[in-house]
Nanobody, 127 residues
């Protein structure tokens, strides 16, 4: 079974930058679309970003577009989420997820579409 492990979450100040990572086990990392979701206390888990298998295509939620960037290194089985200009409302547990389906922007945002999930990493942005 595929294992995803997030890391890099921490407490930062508003306006700071932070990069979180997600390391995957197994030899077929490059065959998965990778997504990032987040969940704040008392709220539903929401889509943040996704990246295609070869890293050429990315897709972002409107709330993070222009501030967050996702990338991947298939040689290292790792996907990254670079977060700039962080705001207090970005505070959440950030999860990475793997999707075996075809790239479709109509379904990338749906958490039920993803097959594997990490345990999450906490990002807290203070004002």
């Amino acid at each position: 079974q595929r294992q995803l492990v997030e890391s890099g979450g921490e407490l930062v100040q508003a306006g700071d930058s932070l990069r979180v990572s997600c390391a995957a086990s197994g030899r077929t990392f490059s065959s998965y679309i990778m997504g990032w979701f987040r969940q704040a206390p008392g709220k539903e888990r929401e889509f943040v970003a996704a990246i295609s298998r070869n890293g050429v295509f990315t897709y972002y939620a409107d709330s993070v577009k222009g501030r967050f960037t996702t990338s991947r290194d298939n040689a290292k089985n790792t996907v990254y989420l670079q977060m700039n200009s962080l705001k207090p409302e970005d505070t959440a547990v950030y999860y990475c997820a793997a999707d075996r389906a075809a790239w479709d922007t109509n379904t990338l945002t749906l958490k039920d579409n993803y097959d594997y999930w990490g345990q999450g990493t906490q990002v807290t942005v203070s004002s």
